[in-house]
């Protein structure tokens, strides 16, 4: 299987892939198999914390059941850092040419960032047929991405940003959508307050959206 495929087979085998911030890396287990547990074993974990790269760790060692991938790569080295890491995927919020040039090499998959005509042209170009729609509700929401699907038939995309509970199932109607990504299933206060309990629901409720 090539590493795209394999990215393909992870986005379409669940609705929503929780976004994680982590602050403390010893959160990081507990929480990816309460998701695990919900029905959502892929996670993208966030280098958006100083802890991000231990709690990939800690999850790609502690954690068979779940599928680490790291989200906000913005440089080869992040890409780097993370693949180091043992995260199994690798989610940009944009593209740049070194990013492309060093997924290129790696055997671990990248799913690149579009908004814009140009960027998803740009991310063929490459070879991609699965980009990140960010952020999704203020980039023009799901009425944008329904525009997109006419001239780019053969692109779907995975939006995050401003996705919830309440409208994951707008996304999740359109024909270019292969799943959505959020933070809702994850709330700090419940990861704080290790509602471990209560974040299998919130998973097990948005394992349940489908494709529709
Ligand atoms: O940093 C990145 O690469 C991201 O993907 C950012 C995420 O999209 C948002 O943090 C999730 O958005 P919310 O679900 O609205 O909280």
């Not at 958006?48 to 790269?53: E, V």
């Amino acid at each position: 299987m090539t590493s795209s495929e394999r990215l393909r087979q992870i986005l379409e085998a669940q609705p929503v892939i929780p976004v994680l911030r982590i602050e403390r890396a010893e959160y990081a287990v507990p929480l990816a198999r309460a998701l695990a547990r919900g029905g959502l074993p892929a996670v993208e974990i966030t280098l958006r914390t100083p802890q991000a790269l231990d709690a990939i760790r800690h999850v790609a060692a502690d954690v068979p059941e779940a599928v680490v991938g790291a989200g906000t790569i913005l440089n080869p080295k992040h890409f780097e850092q993370a693949v180091e890491a043992g995260a199994t995927f690798i989610v940009s919020p944009g593209q740049t040419p070194t990013l492309f040039d060093l997924a290129t090499q790696s055997p671990v998959p990248l799913l690149p960032g579009a908004t814009t005509a140009s960027e998803v042209m740009s991310a063929a170009e490459r070879g991609y047929d699965i980009l990140k729609f960010f952020p999704a509700e203020q980039a023009g929401g799901a009425a944008f991405l329904k525009a997109l699907a006419s001239p780019f038939a053969g692109i779907r995309f995975c939006p995050t940003g401003g996705i919830s509970a309440a409208n994951a199932s707008t996304y999740l109607g359109l024909p270019n959508v292969v799943c959505v990504g959020g933070s809702w299933v994850a709330p700090d206060a419940l990861v704080e307050a290790g509602a471990w309990d209560q974040i299998t629901a919130l998973a097990a409720e948005a394992a349940k959206l489908r494709k529709h």
